[in-house]
């Protein structure tokens, strides 16, 4: 599992977790997994680079593996001031920009970035000279998963909500997808948390 963080000080989808939940929420994290365990954000998530910065304040030289998500170039050094990090984990591009998608690559060349990928939202933009791929949960990805994986590592994100508001709509055919899909290795889940019950709850299931 992926903690994702876009409701961190933030509205999103009806929830807002405020920054005393949410620092709880990332102890309960990073001791659970033992730092291994990822800590998703973005260049424009400004409640969750508050919660990371004032985290990673509260906590300096702890193990920690934070993935951002840029659109231009300046985007990761911004990131990385406002959260005071060296560097990140993992980067992902949000457009399939080829002069963005460079310098990611570049980055990991330089091992200024352990991996690098794209977080996309429809089939034609996927490629295959990445490490990580993120997608919605939605059942135009099923098919494409198992080839994915061969390659790179594939998060599915929003699968909390979307559990809860669409996975009753989904065809048969689909349910049985997925619960393949779900299974295979090199496939994660991006999901956000509304408390630290509700993270315990989700880390108990994808563990």
Known sequence: MILGTRNFEQEYNGTFVKMDDALKMIDYFVENTGGQGIIDSAFNYTGSKAVLGEWIKKNPGANIKI???????CDYINFLEDVDLDKCYS?????????????????????QVEKYG???YYPHELRSDINIIQI?????????IPTMALYAQ????????????????????DKKKF????????????IGCDDINQLRVNMEIFK
């Open 67 to 73: 993935q951002t998500k840029i659109w231009e170039d």
């Open 91 to 111: 980067v992902l591009v949000r457009e399939n920009n080829e002069a963005t998608i460079f310098y990611a690559r570049e980055k990991k060349e330089k091992n």
């Open 118 to 120: 794209m977080s996309i």
């Open 136 to 144: 919605p949960c939605t059942p135009i990805f099923f098919d494409y």
């Open 154 to 173: 594939v998060q599915i994100r929003s699968y909390y909500n979307l559990y809860l508001k669409s996975f009753d709509y989904y065809t048969e055919a």
């Open 179 to 190: 619960s393949a899909v779900s299974k295979m290795k090199n496939v994660d889940f991006v």
